[in-house]
T-cell receptor
């Protein structure tokens, strides 16, 4: 039973390019969360998705960032026209259902470097 | 003021010492999580608590809901325990996590 799988683990993009980060949740999990960890800072919530629905995107920057979790395939966090300030570790987490007290499983993270 | 505060920010211990990391929060929560992160690595969930105390091996986590405080204890610490320990809360208003800034623990042999 594979854990939460994220790819790529490391991604280098030039300013202005697009970055796509993928997250396959644990088998049977239909809830996906994306978190960002900026250098020397704590983790911050970005977006919470269920299959085909964005439930809470209050932590997403208003421009250039989007997320989806299609019926088939992984969840994708997309960053358009990347800037140096987007350099961070992006973590995906999944849980089997919503409600208090779920064990949440994290992926290994995707480290984005914008040069 | 952050909704989740951890102390200390940095902690250095000798192998074998008993370690305590504290977490205080200011919001209503449905659960509190303790997480571990190694340098350049992923995040591992250590505990999920909604009341009382849990123990796993040398790790113990406690929570006092009335005082809005939790502690993570490590008994007989070992250099492999060196990592960042993060407290995170699930607010009653939703499923997402709000994180503390983390505690960098270094255990020297």
């Amino acid at each position: 039973n594979a854990g939460v799988m994220q790819n790529p683990r490391h991604l280098v993009r030039r300013r202005g390019q697009e970055a796509r980060l993928r997250c396959s949740p644990m088998k049977g999990h239909s809830h996906v969360y994306w978190y960002r960890q900026l250098p020397e800072e704590g983790l911050k919530f970005m977006v919470y998705l269920q299959k085909e629905n964005i439930i809470d995107e209050s932590g997403m920057p208003k421009e250039r960032f989007s997320a989806e979790f299609p019926k088939e395939g992984p969840s994708i966090l997309r960053i358009q026209q990347v800037v140096r300030g987007d350099s961070a570790a992006y973590f995906c987490a999944s849980s089997p259902h919503t409600g208090p007290g779920n064990t949440i499983y994290f992926g290994e993270g995707s480290w984005l470097t914008v040069v | 003021k952050n909704e989740v505060e951890q102390s200390p920010q940095n902690l250095t211990a000798q192998e074998g010492e008993f370690i305590t990391i504290n977490c205080s929060y200011s919001v209503g929560i449905s659960a509190l999580h303790w997480l571990q992160q190694h340098p350049g690595g992923g995040i591992v969930s250590l505990f999920m608590l909604s009341s009382g105390k849990k123990k796993h091996g040398r790790l113990i986590a406690t929570i006092n809901i009335q005082e809005k405080h939790s502690s993570l204890h490590i008994t007989a610490s070992h250099p492999r325990d060196s990592a960042v320990y993060i407290c995170a809360v699930e607010e009653t208003s939703g499923s997402r996590l709000t994180f503390g800034e983390g505690t960098q623990l270094t255990v020297n042999p």
